[in-house]
């Protein structure tokens, strides 16, 4: 009879050390899986940031096209802001092609229209470098 109470504590202190061990062991999932979590949102910021800005340089090109091929008016404010804020992104293509312009005499308000293909080749060359940050994020994550 005496070995017995020696074995409830025994069997106590067996039960206490598994359910440590067990808690423990919760933890540690959780843990990592917080990791997890975190690195998927931080993925996902940093690939929806790409898409936004290729986004946003995407439309401002366009609008820029656009204005150039309707022959907009250089001397408008917002044909001005358009062209400022985009003329940096389209400086590396600037002279790459020389663009077809219409007569001068044909538009009543000043401006020429111009098919911009230095644009055209802009949009293309933005949004292909745009695909390859994606994918070049995209690599990176899926390494362990």
């Known amino acids: 009879m005496n070995n017995e109470p020696f074995n409830e504590d025994d069997n106590l202190e067996k039960q206490q050390e598994l359910r440590q061990e067990e808690e423990a062991y919760k933890l540690h999932k959780r843990e990592r899986e917080l990791k997890a979590q975190k690195r998927a949102t931080t993925f996902r910021w940093i690939v929806n940031t790409i898409y936004v800005l290729v986004g946003f340089l995407q439309v401002l090109l366009f609008i820029r096209f656009m204005l ?77």
């Open 68 to 144: 150039r091929l309707l022959g907009a008016n250089p001397e408008n404010q917002f044909a001005q802001f358009i062209y400022s804020v985009s003329d940096p992104f389209i400086s590396p293509f600037a002279t790459l092609f020389i663009s077809p312009v219409s007569d001068e005499t044909m538009n009543p308000i000043g401006g020429m229209n111009v098919f911009d293909l230095n644009v055209i080749v802009a949009i293309i060359v933005y949004a292909l470098l745009g695909w390859l940050g994606v994918t070049i994020v995209r690599y990176l994550y899926k390494r362990p």
